[in-house]
């Protein structure tokens, strides 16, 4: 090599190539997460036939589906599961009343709230139905009834009226909760 002659190029190594797939992987997968435990998809409620609410939560749940409901009636049942019904009660209502039907879960969680709204749906011919839950329950309710009940289920989620820093905390238990679901779907 002479004087004033350049010098030969190296090649630059190619850094950052696996460190920008990780983080579109990364991104990706939060981005999954908060699009089903965060803020989950929810669906517009049937027309017609019974609402179902899930036990838990602070109210939200029994007020969103009364709000789907207006006054029960034949055709258009309120469903209410323990801890929902105790709610109603608290309203100064009764499971006795025409077209609202309370039941108790066995097992008392929501594999067991799908599994006894399966059983009823079938006793009473139903083909469609309304579920009604917290929007941070959504992801895995929804798991549940679809796979646990024979008929077209539509999940309507309530706002819980978290914050998004209060969902974020309660994701981990969900995402777990979610994982238990996938396990027990094959009981069914």
Partial sequence: MGIGAPRPQRPEPRRGCLGRVVAVLVLGVVGLLAWLFIWPPTGQPH??????????????RLRTAIDIVGEPQVGRELVLSEGAYS?????????REEAVRCFDPR???????AVTVDRIAAEQGWDRLTVVTSDYHATRSRLYFRSCVDADVTLVAADSGHTVG???SG?????????????NLPYC
């Fill in 166 to 168: 209060a969902r974020v």
């Fill in 107 to 113: 097992p008392a969680n929501t594999y067991g709230e």
């Fill in 87 to 95: 709610e109603w009660e608290v309203l100064g209502r009764s499971c």
């Fill in 47 to 60: 027309e017609q036939g019974p609402v179902v609410v899930l036990g838990g939560g602070a109210g939200e």
């Fill in 171 to 183: 994701a981990p238990y969900e995402i777990l909760g979610t994982l238990a679901a996938l396990g």
